[in-house]
């Protein structure tokens, strides 16, 4: 499978960040989502397209729609600054997006 | 809470073997997969496969197939990934995750640094 990302987003605080992640795969499987910050380990933000883990604020959100799934940050603050990475999983393995960095400007 | 907890960094010279290990807590280790995934400097996240917790079942990307060797020890909780006949491109962190649902990983280890330089 192959997930495109855009390189790079940038927004200012307080407005709406929006990554997209696209894939021929995407209407027949969930995709997951994963903020990496500088020397740290990815974390989970999104699973099932749309669903928050437990302690991940609620300006995290997740969309699907055909090819593409979207991570949506509204309000976006200073710490939300990271790399940002889509997921999906089958029996053959498990596929990353190329990474989408979101700068906070 | 769930934890993994990965073994220190290490240095090896082109052509050698590296094992690293991640320790696993707070849930029951056999429920889960354990995912290896990896990351060059400055490059995207890269998985290499999957060992079953349960039985000791693999699936290696075809990428490292012949020379990645996935393990668990489930008196201790642990989960190992050896990689051999190392190459200057295999220089990155490496990462431990649980799978869940067989879908997500969750959580990670803090990853582990590993150095191939002559």
């Known amino acids: 499978y192959e997930l495109t990302q855009p390189p790079s987003v940038s927004v200012s605080p307080g407005q709406t960040a929006r990554v997209s992640c696209s894939g021929d795969a995407l209407p027949n499987q969930y995709v997951y989502w994963y903020q990496q910050k500088p020397g740290q380990a990815p974390v989970l933000v999104i699973y099932?397209?749309?669903e928050r883990p437990s302690g991940i604020p609620e300006r995290f959100s997740g969309s699907s729609s055909g090819t593409t799934v979207t991570l949506t940050i509204s309000g976006v603050q200073a710490e939300d600054e990271a790399d940002y990475y889509c997921?999906?999983?089958?029996?053959?393995?498990?596929?990353f997006g190329g990474g989408t960095k979101l700068t906070v400007l | 809470q769930v934890q993994l907890v990965q073994s220190g960094g290490d240095v090896k010279k082109p052509g050698a073997s590296v094992k690293v290990s991640c320790r696993a807590s707070?849930?029951?280790?056999?429920?889960?997969?354990i995912n290896w995934v990896r990351q060059a400097p400055g490059q995207g996240l890269e998985w290499m496969g999957w060992?079953?917790?349960?039985?000791?079942?693999?699936n290696y990307a075809q990428k490292f197939q012949g020379r990645l060797i996935m393990t668990t020890d489930t008196s201790t909780n642990t989960a190992y990934m050896e990689l051999r006949s190392l190459r200057s491109d295999d220089t990155a962190v490496y990462y431990c995750?649980?799978?869940?649902?067989?879908?997500?990983?969750?959580?990670w280890g803090q990853g582990t640094l590993v150095t191939v330089s002559s």
């Open positions: 707070g849930y029951t280790f056999i429920s889960n997969a």
């Open positions: 997921q999906l999983g089958d029996n053959s393995g498990t596929y």
């Open positions: 995750a649980r799978e869940v649902a067989r879908d997500w990983l969750d959580p």
């Open positions: 099932k397209d749309s």
């Open positions: 060992i079953s917790a349960y039985n000791g079942h693999t």
